[in-house]
T-cell receptor
Framework: DGGITQSPKYLFRKEGQNVTLSCEQN?????MYWYRQDPGQGLRLIYY???????QKGDIAEGYSVSREKKESFPLTVTSAQKNPTAFYLC??????????????FGPGTRLTVL | AQKVTQAQTEISVVEKEDVTLDCVYE???????LFWYKQPPSGELVFLIR??????QNEISGRYSWNFQKSTSSFNFTITASQVVDSAVYFC????????????????FGKGTKLSVKP
């Protein structure tokens, strides 16, 4: 089945550690996104990528880094510079038809907790 | 500025009741797109509908219907004869074009409305 997978589902990090969240899609989508969700809040964009080897900062990129070496994969690293990383992280992907209106489809999310 | 407001934080209904979730948006774009997503307790966002700004026809899909009104900048979502499985957080979102000139958009989300349907 086509879809977006994220791993792990739950992740615990000690302060000062970097952690990497995985996002893989087999939908043949060109664009991929990372969002952060805090309790009682909507989602906020961290990074996005429209094509391989290219990515752009979103609204809250500080303390995060990404790479896009393969079309299918868009891992997110939460660095020690992120002051409040405890949150629910959602990855999404979409086609790029050129209309700027392509629907984004989401993965199941990773819940990160800093101990 | 672009913004989405979902004024209802939580709604609780009894099964089989109809319920309407409100969404008000702000944008200066003449062409824009609006979305509704459902987030069940499992956490994954499930796409429900996309609406173009130039198409004001209401849409019905089974027990779900959407009322888009540009005059009031609203895109409300109604569930008819609600069921326990409808319990979730529902997000309204507005698509914003990326600043650097790319053709893809970024979703601006409201804070969501938590719907609880009791048996």
């Amino acid at each position: 089945d086509g879809g977006i997978t994220q791993s792990p589902k739950y992740l615990f990090r000690k302060e000062g550690q970097n952690v990497t969240l995985s996002c893989e899609q087999n939908l043949n989508h060109d664009a991929m996104y990372w969002y952060r969700q805090d309790p009682g809040q909507g989602l906020r964009l961290i990074y996005y990528s429209q094509i391989v080897n290219d990515f752009q900062k979103g609204d809250i990129a500080e303390g995060y880094s990404v790479s896009r070496e393969k079309k299918e994969s868009f891992p997110l690293t939460v660095t020690s510079a992120q002051k409040n990383p405890t949150a629910f992280y959602l990855c999404a992907s979409s086609l790029t038809t050129g209309t700027g209106a392509d629907t984004q489809y989401f993965g199941p999310g990773t819940r990160l907790t800093v101990l | 500025a672009q913004k989405v407001t979902q004024a209802q934080t939580e709604i609780s209904v009894v099964e089989k009741e109809d319920v309407t979730l409100d969404c008000v948006y702000e944008t200066r774009d003449t062409t824009y797109y609006l979305f509704w997503y459902k987030q069940p307790p499992s956490g994954e966002l499930v796409f429900l509908i996309r609406r173009n700004s130039f198409d004001e026809q209401n849409e019905i899909s089974g027990r779900y219907s959407w009322n888009f009104q540009k005059s009031t900048s609203s895109f409300n979502f109604t569930i008819t004869a609600s069921q326990v499985v409808d319990s979730a957080v529902y997000f309204c979102a507005l698509l914003r074009r990326m600043n650097y000139g790319g053709s893809q958009g970024n979703l601006i989300f409201g804070k969501g409305t938590k719907l609880s349907v009791k048996p």
